[in-house]
Every structure is written in structure tokens, then in C-alpha cells.
């Protein structure tokens, strides 16, 4: 690969997100809140 294809190549990906960052982190936001509602409900549950 050349200099000049290797520039071209990071000019052409800033700014682009990561999508596999992306996904983890809007799963692990969603298990989260899951993991709340959960205890939250359980919680009521028992009292």
C-alpha cells in the first residue's frame, strides 16, 4: 500500500463511528436499565 492510499484511507474514515463500539455500548446501556427494572420489580414485589 502506498503513502498516498494509506492517507486516503484515514481522511476517508474520520469521522466515522465505530459501529461495533457503537452497538456495545447501547447493549450494555439497555442491560442496565434491564438489570434495574428488574431489582426494582422484585423489590416491590416483596415488600
Known amino acids: 500500500m502506498s503513502c ?3 492517507r486516503y484511507l484515514l481522511v ?3 469521522g466515522r ?3 461495533k463500539k457503537h452497538l ?3 447493549v450494555s ?3 442496565s ?3 434495574i427494572q428488574t431489582i426494582t420489580m422484585l423489590n416491590n414485589c416483596t415488600s
Do not use: I
Request: aromatic share 0%.
Open 29 to 31: 446501556n439497555l442491560m
Open 4 to 6: 498516498n492510499q494509506r
Open 12 to 14: 476517508a474514515n474520520v
Open 33 to 35: 436499565s434491564n438489570v
Open 24 to 26: 456495545e455500548e447501547h
Open 17 to 19: 463511528e465505530d459501529a
